[in-house]
């Protein structure tokens, strides 16, 4: 049966920076000005960045550094503390402390853990008509997570489905479908409770809705999360012999689940989490090619396939060296040289920068195709500040000055600390920019 659609805008949610005045509350703007008094305030996080020089993290409020009405610092020590830390950015925040001077304008030390409360999103408002970046990844996930916690199951697949059937995109071109599974996932670090918790929420889904296939998938995806955390992230020769029959055990179980249920095979989500599979499974080069080609003639488009591809093909895995780099060039020939094909190898290659120190220093990748893809998918996504911010750094870490150059004065105003990771490193980027290294 064709589940009704409910349109994309009454199932997602967006936190409304009129929720502070709500509550009664002051936001940051209204603050700034107390130096030397304690203050409450209540605001929306839009920018999270890590400070070398401080050896913490400063939240930035009503805007991103340089343009921010208020900075909060928070020590490295209660920031590991604090909820929903990895997924700050968007969310709206409760802190009390006192109002200070500082060189870069009205700053608020965090004394505590328990100065600072983390509020739900308001899932009553409307959403944004775009949706960019790590900030509205975040307050996506969350909006998810809410309703998953709420038991509100239906809203949760009827959105599945429309996101199947349209393909919706967030706005730098990435699939919001595959930021909808993301939202469950577990690392290998979250408790034994936490996974507790999932498992029993997922099975009262598929208690309410018999023959879920959403449901069928999150529970597949449990088991591929469950592998990796009995296996733990120590290098193979420190698993335990008990952790590697734990990691077969679940990777064997979420493969059971997806190959008794080939009607799964409409939602991208199921080669997607078969890849995570094949990788622990040690599948051989010529089955997982198999598999990468079934997942790409059902859905050409779908990023993560091309990713998780390419990871399996690193050295470390079960390639050569250059092998995933030979892959995206072989993947860019494919779409067309000089234009869609150089996006794809963009993406490819901004997939697996988290891999390397310096990836143009430490693999074959190469810069020249993968800028001229990033002015591709500019072109293509010209509203994406994420896509400015990546290429702006990409264009760093090359020492590409007179690209980088062209780029900045885009995104200074606003730059995106998702992806700058701190201060210090867009203020370097800056200087190479007009010449001073």
């Known amino acids: 049966m064709k589940l009704p659609f409910l349109g994309f805008a009454a199932v997602v949610v967006f936190v409304a920076a009129s929720a502070?005045?709500?509550?009664?509350?002051?936001?940051?703007?209204?603050?700034?000005?107390?130096v030397g008094q304690e203050v409450e305030f209540q605001d929306t996080v839009v920018a999270v960045s890590y400070s070398r020089t401080s050896k913490g993290y400063y939240l930035n409020f009503g805007a991103a550094f340089p343009a921010q009405a208020l900075s909060v610092w928070v020590s490295r020590e209660i920031y590991n503390r604090l909820p929903g830390r990895s997924v700050l950015v968007g969310r709206i925040v409760r802190i009390k402390g006192q109002i200070e001077s500082s060189s870069t304008g009205p700053l608020l030390k965090l004394a505590d853990r328990d100065a600072f409360q983390l509020l739900?999103?308001?899932?009553?408002?409307?959403?944004?008509?775009?949706?960019?970046?790590?900030?509205?990844?975040?307050?996506?996930a969350a909006a998810l997570q809410q309703k998953f916690a709420a038991e509100g199951f239906a809203t949760l697949e009827v959105l599945a489905e429309e996101l199947r059937q349209s393909r919706e995109r967030f706005s730098d071109?990435?699939?919001?479908?595959?930021?909808?599974?993301?939202?469950?996932?577990?690392?290998?670090?979250?408790?034994?409770k936490r996974y507790a918790a999932l498992a029993e929420k997922i099975s009262r889904w598929e208690a309410a809705r018999p023959g879920s296939l959403v449901a069928l998938l999150?529970?597949?995806?449990?088991?591929?999360?469950?592998?990796?955390?009995?296996?733990?992230?120590?290098?193979?020769?420190?698993?335990?012999?008990?952790?590697?029959a734990g990691f077969r055990r679940e990777l064997r179980a979420a493969r059971e689940l997806l190959e008794s249920h080939?009607?799964?095979?409409?939602?991208?989500?199921?080669?997607?989490?078969?890849?995570?599979?094949?990788?622990?499974?040690?599948?051989?080069?010529?089955?997982?090619m198999r598999l990468f080609t079934e997942a790409t003639a059902a859905e050409p488009d779908y990023f993560t396939f091309y990713f998780k591809t390419a990871f399996y093909l690193l050295p470390r895995w079960h390639g050569r060296k250059g092998?995933?780099?030979?892959?995206?060039?072989t993947q860019r020939q494919r779409r067309g040289a000089g234009a869609a094909g150089d996006g794809l190898y963009a993406r490819i290659a901004w997939s697996m920068n988290g891999n390397f120190g310096n990836i143009f220093k430490e693999s074959a990748v190469s810069w020249e195709v993968m800028a001229?893809?990033?002015?591709?998918?500019?072109r293509e996504h010209p509203e994406s500040r994420w896509l400015k911010n990546a290429y702006a750094n990409f264009a760093w870490r090359a020492d590409d000055r007179?690209?980088?150059?062209?780029?900045?004065?885009?995104?200074?105003?606003?730059?995106?600390?998702?992806?700058?990771?701190?201060?210090?490193?867009?203020?370097m980027a800056e200087r190479f920019a007009v010449g001073d290294r």
């Open 323 to 329: 092998e995933w780099e030979q892959f995206a060039e």
């Open 262 to 288: 080939p009607a799964a095979k409409m939602y991208p989500e199921y080669f997607s989490i078969l890849q995570t599979i094949a990788l622990g499974q040690s599948w051989s080069k010529e089955e997982y």
């Open 402 to 427: 007179i690209r980088l150059a062209k780029v900045i004065p885009e995104i200074r105003s606003d730059p995106d600390m998702n992806i700058w990771v701190n201060l210090e490193n867009f203020g």
């Open 20 to 34: 502070a005045a709500a509550e009664g509350l002051p936001d940051a703007t209204h603050v700034r000005e107390k």
């Open 173 to 192: 071109g990435t699939w919001i479908s595959a930021a909808y599974y993301d939202a469950f996932a577990l690392g290998s670090r979250a408790s034994a």
């Open 120 to 140: 739900p999103v308001d899932d009553t408002a409307l959403t944004k008509s775009v949706l960019d970046g790590r900030m509205d990844r975040n307050q996506f």
């Open 372 to 378: 001229t893809g990033f002015e591709y998918l500019i």
């Open 218 to 244: 999150l529970k597949a995806g449990l088991h591929r999360d469950l592998a990796w955390k009995e296996r733990s992230d120590e290098f193979a020769p420190k698993v335990s012999p008990e952790q590697w």
